[in-house]
């Protein structure tokens, strides 16, 4: 797993598990890496790699070192590189978002509102899609970025409306996602989860510390909770089949991370 902040990242008990179900004698190891560091670090590797996970701040950087799949060239994110006679990259995130809504059963949604818009808002935006939205309100901060995430988003068939960060949540929204640290959402109070009368699920892609304020305040409303281990697990279930070829239960990643998996958020 290469990024930073990396410290705190569960992926090498997942993978190892997946590696240990399969019988492989494979190792997985977190590395601090900066964007500017990646290429250099990828030219450095020998055949004994298999492959890499991603995360930020990697991921555009990633999408610009390999033969892209058609989720990359969409997004312009990878999460996933796998080595051999051609460096191919991925993005799983995309199809791990469907699988954990799906499998949560909220795999059909008409209206959401997301919150936040980049790299990880992009897969977002495209899960929901996927999903059966027809319209996204997408909440930040900057002006700026949010007119640049419209601009991205005019190439799928859905109607996506900028707000600024903390505005009513669309009263029509049946699930709500964030995909920013939860220090960022400042006060819990903007919002309003319990008032939003069609909502039937919250999705906070943190995990770390966890339970964030925002998947807090939707149990306390009675809603069904998604969080990163949902999404780190069902992604990573694609990363092991696309670096092994085989495919691991998604029951199986899950047991191992919540036996690692404390309240402090700490592997």
């Not at 994110?77 to 080595?83: I, R, S």
């Not at 997408?138 to 970025?145: L, T, Y």
């Not at 005019?154 to 009513?168: I, K, M, T, Y």
Request: proline fraction near 6%; charge should be negative; glycine fraction near 8%.
């Amino acid at each position: 797993m290469l990024g930073s902040p990396i410290d705190h990242s569960l992926s090498p008990v997942i993978h190892r598990a997946a590696y240990a179900h399969l019988g492989l004698d494979w190792g997985y190891e977190r590395i601090e890496l900066q964007a500017d560091e990646f290429p250099g670090f990828l030219d450095s590797l020998d055949e004994a790699w298999r492959g890499l996970s991603v995360t930020m701040p990697l991921k555009e950087a990633a999408a610009r070192s390999g033969e892209p799949d058609d989720d990359v060239l969409l997004t312009g994110a990878a999460n996933t590189v796998v080595l051999g006679a051609e460096r191919r990259v991925y993005n799983t995130d995309i199809a791990g978002l469907i699988d954990a809504l799906a499998e949560a059963g909220t795999q059909r949604v008409r209206v959401a509102t997301m919150i936040g818009n980049g790299a990880t808002a992009r897969s977002a935006l495209v899960a929901l899609v996927r999903c059966g939205a027809a319209l996204i309100e997408v909440q930040g901060r900057s002006p700026e970025r949010l007119a640049e995430f419209g601009r991205w988003a005019r190439q799928f068939d859905v109607e996506v409306q900028p707000r600024s960060l903390g505005a009513p949540i669309d009263p029509e929204s049946e699930l709500l996602l964030s995909t920013v640290p939860s220090d960022a959402l400042g006060r819990l109070e903007r919002l309003q989860v319990p008032l939003c009368p069609a909502l039937r699920a919250v999705f906070d892609v943190s995990y770390h510390p966890w339970p964030t304020p925002l998947a807090q305040a939707a149990a306390g409303a009675g809603l069904a909770v998604l969080g990163g281990l949902d999404l780190l697990v069902h992604q990573a279930r694609h990363q092991v089949r696309l670096m092994t070829g085989h495919d691991v239960p998604a029951a199986v990643l899950m047991s191992a991370v919540r036996k690692e998996f404390n309240p402090s958020g700490r592997s």
